[in-house]
T-cell receptor, first 109, second 116 residues
Framework: GQNIDQPTEMTATEGAIVQINCTYQ??????LFWYQQHAGEAPTFLSY??LDGLEEKGRFSSFLSRSKGYSYLLLKELQMKDSASYLC??????????WGAGTKLIIKP | DVKVTQSSRYLVKRTGEKVFLECVQD?????MFWYRQDPGLGLRLIYF???????EKGDIPEGYSVSREKKERFSLILESASTNQTSMYLC???????????????FGDGTRLSIL
């Protein structure tokens, strides 16, 4: 079967750095997406990785290792507004998105 | 910016009713999707559509049907609502896949549906 694993919840301090991990086992791989979802709102697109390595976009970076079936989202200089759920999703060989259950990130002052 | 609009943010219906959830996108996207989102389970795909008049079952289609008569509109229908269909429903659209696999899905704000 297809499976995406993320931690259920993480806590971090304002101004710090946090890394949210995602491991996957899917039938084929055509890329990995990260989305942010604030409580009661729609998920919004953060990043897409299809090749190994780190993609940096401002305070947020996303890393992919296809051989390990592993990705992480790195958030730097955390702000209170970063409190949200972060969803990892993999595009499989049929170009269907397989979603993780999401990681709820709590930022404390 | 892509705009995906769902007809209602909150909806309360009774068991056995036929329920219609509407979704409209303004970016001429070919692909449209309906998900439900429940705590601890993540997003689960109900139905999707590659283009007008086309529909495909997702992972949990039982108890639902869909309609895509126009490219911009994708409707989700609960044939006879039941309490276990109480959930957050999210619609998404996306530019055609294949060579455009890096195109993300764009989501509406969701409809929180309660079945009493």
């Amino acid at each position: 079967g297809q499976n995406i694993d993320q931690p259920t919840e993480m806590t971090a301090t304002e101004g710090a750095i946090v890394q949210i991990n995602c491991t996957y086992q899917t039938s084929g791989f055509n890329g990995l997406f990260w989305y942010q979802q604030h409580a009661g709102e729609a998920p919004t697109f953060l990043s897409y990785n299809v090749l190994d390595g780190l993609e940096e976009k401002g305070r947020f970076s996303s890393f992919l290792s296809r051989s390990k079936g592993y990705s992480y989202l790195l958030l730097k200089e955390l702000q209170m507004k970063d409190s949200a759920s972060y969803l990892c999703a993999v595009l499989d060989s049929n170009y269907q998105l397989i979603w993780g259950a999401g990681t709820k990130l709590i930022i404390k002052p | 910016d892509v705009k995906v609009t769902q007809s209602s943010r909150y909806l309360v219906k009774r068991t056995g009713e036929k329920v219609f959830l509407e979704c409209v996108q303004d970016m001429d996207h070919e692909n449209m999707f309906w998900y439900r989102q429940d705590p601890g389970l993540g997003l689960r795909l109900i139905y999707f559509s590659y283009d007008v008049k086309m529909k495909e079952k997702g992972d949990i289609p039982e108890g639902y049907s869909v309609s895509r008569e126009k490219k911009e509109r994708f409707s989700l229908i609960l044939e006879s609502a039941s309490t276990n269909q109480t959930s957050m429903y999210l619609c998404a659209s996306r530019l055609q896949g294949g060579g455009h696999s890096n195109q993300p899905q764009h989501f509406g704000d969701g409809t929180r549906l309660s079945i009493l």
